[in-house]
Nanobody
Framework: QVQLVESGGGLVQAGGSLRLSCASS????????MGWFRQAPGKEREFVAA????????DYADSVKGRFTVSRDNAKNTVFLQMNSLKPEDTAVYYC????????????WGQGTQVTVSS
């Protein structure tokens, strides 16, 4: 069983930065894609970013492209989401997940970490 634990959320002013981390309990070769999703109050969960096993392949939602960067450290079973130029509309609970595809088909999910961006 894979356990994912997010950290790094918090309150930040618009224009600020946060770095989220997601630690996996084990290295999972069958679910090599690590992704970030978010869910704002009253909205459906949406895809944010994902990264392949080697780190060479990444995918971003249009709304965060150019502002967010996803990376991973396989030696530490950890994936990161660097969020810059944050906007109030980025406020949400952020979840990490691992799976086999970049935008769908995720098998394991973390509990989420709250990100609040004040205007």
């Amino acid at each position: 069983q894979v356990q994912l634990v997010e950290s790094g959320g918090g309150l930040v002013q618009a224009g600020g930065s946060l770095r989220l981390s997601c630690a996996s309990s084990i290295r999972t070769f069958t679910n090599p894609i690590m992704g970030w999703f978010r869910q704002a109050p009253g909205k459906e969960r949406e895809f944010v970013a994902a990264i392949g096993w080697s780190g060479a392949n990444t995918d971003y939602a249009d709304s965060v492209k150019g502002r967010f960067t996803v990376s991973r450290d396989n030696a530490k079973n950890t994936v990161f989401l660097q969020m810059n130029s944050l906007k109030p509309e980025d406020t949400a609970v952020y979840y990490c997940a691992c799976g086999r595809l970049f935008r769908t088909g995720y098998s394991y999910w973390g509990q989420g970490t709250q990100v609040t961006v004040s205007s």
